[in-house]
């Protein structure tokens, strides 16, 4: 490359890392024993993680105390996530109506920070008294929304 395809590409990528959400984010979690890209776990590792449920204090008392049917959902979206438009084609499939948040905006950027959102997709379902029945953060969970419906 000569020193002004360098420039250029310098350049390039200054401007896509001054726009934030227009690049990926690195994650590091704890596997085996020590924390290490997500991006560089092995297949089996990586399915492992994809069926983690993150612990949130008080929710499980919520949930098993709860026999009410879901009501109403919330979906918290991005316009640049990859696994997003799975999910949301399957939001005409629930039985009620809801609200798609996109966090790259700010009111849904707030709501989910209300909502305790930490990753895109998410959808929440919510029964008639606003409390939090299911929460998923992939299509591939989707049997876990019918099996709750």
């Not at 949930?63 to 959902?73: A, C, E, I, Q």
Request: glycine letters at 6%.
């Amino acid at each position: 490359m000569t020193k002004t395809q360098i420039q250029t590409r310098i350049a390039l990528l200054e401007t896509r890392m001054a726009q934030p959400g227009h690049h990926p984010t690195e994650i590091y979690t704890r596997i085996v024993g020590y924390y290490r890209s997500l991006a560089n776990w092995n297949a089996g590792k990586r399915e492992e993680y994809d069926h983690r449920v993150t612990y949130r204090e008080g929710l499980s008392e919520q949930l098993s105390s709860k026999s009410d049917k879901p009501t109403s959902w919330l979906a918290f979206v991005k316009d640049n996530c990859p696994q997003c438009p799975a999910l949301k084609s399957k939001l005409p499939l629930l039985p009620f109506a809801g609200t798609i948040f996109n966090v790259g905006e700010v009111q849904g950027f707030d709501a989910a920070v209300t909502h305790e959102v930490m990753a895109t997709p998410t959808l929440i379902l919510i029964d008639e008294n606003g409390n939090e029945v299911l929460r998923i953060t992939s299509a591939l969970d989707w049997n876990r929304v019918e099996a709750a419906l």
